[in-house]
């Protein structure tokens, strides 16, 4: 991919779940960027937490993407927190 198309710069940020829990959105965000790119995150207290994870339930992804989503990902850039 080229450096300057915008695609390339899309895929270079990670994106959170907050506000955006539904299936629409995310699977438009996971073709775009791969899941890789998607942290869980939520808006506490606007959103709660149990419905930013229903929605990441309900939305189409497999268990090891939930899984990269939820943890995985963040870990690549807070190194410090995994145990």
């Not at 080229?2 to 895929?11: G, T």
């Amino acid at each position: 991919m080229e450096l300057n198309s915008r695609l390339y710069h899309v895929k270079r940020f990670f994106y959170d779940t907050a506000g955006a829990a539904n299936a629409i959105q995310l699977q438009t965000l996971k073709m775009l960027t791969g899941t890789s790119q998607i942290v869980y995150g939520t808006d506490f207290p606007f959103f709660s937490a149990p419905a930013t994870s229903t929605g990441l339930d309900l939305s189409g992804f497999s268990a090891d993407e939930l899984r990269a989503i939820n943890r995985e990902n963040a870990l690549k850039f807070l190194p410090r927190l995994a145990v």
